[in-house]
């Protein structure tokens, strides 16, 4: 990336949408819409038809004012070209930077680890399912995705946007015909217990929403790309990027909804459990559950390329956090390294790393609500709210009511590892 000198020598921010701001409303989304969303439904619905509209009124603005608080963090940096790792180090210090750098690495990389075992299991699912063929040894078919992944990877980040924001198109269509198709297949199952106790789980419903909090912010996150968005809008035009943001989370929060209640109404929540227990996602189990040819073999596919393209989006995060943690660790030390070695560095970790969690398979919402969530929230939710109130270039933000809000989301998301744990 090319740097700015200065933030006054940043163009002023324009009234009309270009071009570029489509690509990364579709960026951003695309990043958000992966693994996350295929697991939504699933605990959304074994919690029952209360947590469900809970989280249904709450989604957009707890994934919104979070992403933009974030957003706002990156852009408040001295220098128009500084990433968010170098943003942390400015505003608190050598010492604070290099443990928030290793927090922002630990909440992005669990979620390539998510990836890396959903995908494995999507595509061990189509094969055994649809074209009945024997199941490869998994350590050789998780081995061939995430080389194919990795591929793509070396085309760096514009490549990736751009694929991700052309990617989207499709699978924003597949994914509300099939919410559509799914229609006549609603059922009362969900009606039967209105109650605060889930059925399927015995939890109740503090329990629940306890536990589906870190899931809705896994499924909706894409702060990986939010340092690389916020730099390249200020770059372009400004700091005027709240817009895109905005009219990004409206597209999200409909269609991921409506795919929600589609697939919730359609099943019940022991079939929901079953869909848990098997640690498949919802398209999986929906190919396998309905007898229709066209479903059976379009909804792994769908499946598959929801996965691919947010784990593209979430590389550019996780890559950028675990470069930042070595360069930090050599500045301390007076050394450097090169940009093509430090990149050669992190490609064969992230290579070796998720191949091995998706040979072994551990459970993916039991990933999502151990790790990924409740850090990403830490990240997402609460340093953005910690810097309003000690940063004197977020001070403008203080005393809004969304603050509260963001901080009580995060805070909810957070202890929900300690209630697990328990």
């Not at 870190?214 to 968005?229: D, E, L």
Request: aromatic letters at 12%; charged letters at 10%.
């Amino acid at each position: 990336m090319s740097t700015i000198q200065e933030s006054s020598a940043i163009v002023a921010p324009t009234s009309g949408w270009r071009k570029s701001d489509t690509v990364w409303m579709l960026g951003l989304y695309g990043t958000a819409i992966g693994a996350g969303l295929l697991f939504l439904p699933i605990n959304a619905g074994i919690g029952g038809l209360i947590p469900l509209i809970i989280m249904a009124i709450i989604a957009f603005p707890m994934t919104y004012y979070s992403h933009r608080a974030l957003c706002r963090f990156v852009l408040s940096g001295k220098k128009g070209s500084e990433d968010i790792t170098e943003v942390v180090e400015e505003h608190f210090g050598v010492g604070a930077g290099k443990l928030i750098t290793l927090l922002y690495f630990f909440a992005i990389y669990p979620i390539l680890l998510v990836y890396s075992v959903a995908i494995t299991n999507t595509v061990d699912s189509f094969i055994t399912h649809q074209l009945h063929l024997p199941s490869p040894p998994r350590a050789v078919l998780s081995l061939v995705l995430i080389l194919g992944l990795m591929f793509i990877v070396r085309f760096g980040e514009a490549m990736i946007v751009k694929a991700m924001s052309i990617l989207v198109y499709p699978f924003v269509m597949v994914l509300m015909l099939l919410a559509f198709y799914l229609v006549p297949h609603w059922n009362l199952a969900i009606f039967d217990n209105i109650s605060f106790t889930s059925s399927a789980t015995g939890n109740g419903l503090l329990s629940t929403l306890w536990l589906a909090i870190p899931v809705m912010v896994f499924s909706f996150n894409h702060s990986p790309i939010i340092s690389s968005f916020a730099v390249a809008k200020r770059k372009e035009y400004g700091d005027d990027a709240e817009r895109i943001l905005y009219y990004s989370h409206i597209m999200m929060v409909l269609t991921v909804m409506f795919f929600v209640f589609s697939c919730v109404l359609s099943l019940s929540p022991a079939e929901l459990m079953e869909a848990k227990t098997q640690n498949i996602s919802i398209l999986s189990y929906l190919a396998n559950h309905f007898n229709n040819p066209v479903m059976a073999y379009l909804a792994p596919v769908i499946a598959t390329i929801a996965i691919s393209k947010s784990f593209l989006g979430h590389y550019l995060g996780a890559g950028e956090g675990f470069n930042g943690m070595i360069i930090k660790s050599l500045r301390s030390r007076g050394k450097t390294i090169g940009h093509a070695k430090l990149n050669r560095i992190t490609a064969l970790f992230m290579l070796v790393t998720t191949w091995i969690v998706a040979t072994l398979n551990p459970s993916i919402l039991g990933m999502i609500e151990t790790m990924g969530g409740p850090v990403i929230a830490c990240l997402l939710f609460l340093m953005p709210m910690y810097a309003i109130q000690k940063v004197p270039a977020m001070k403008q933000y203080s005393g809004q009511i969304s603050n509260v809000f963001v901080t009580v989301m995060g805070l909810i998301a957070i202890t929900a590892i300690v209630y697990r744990l328990y």
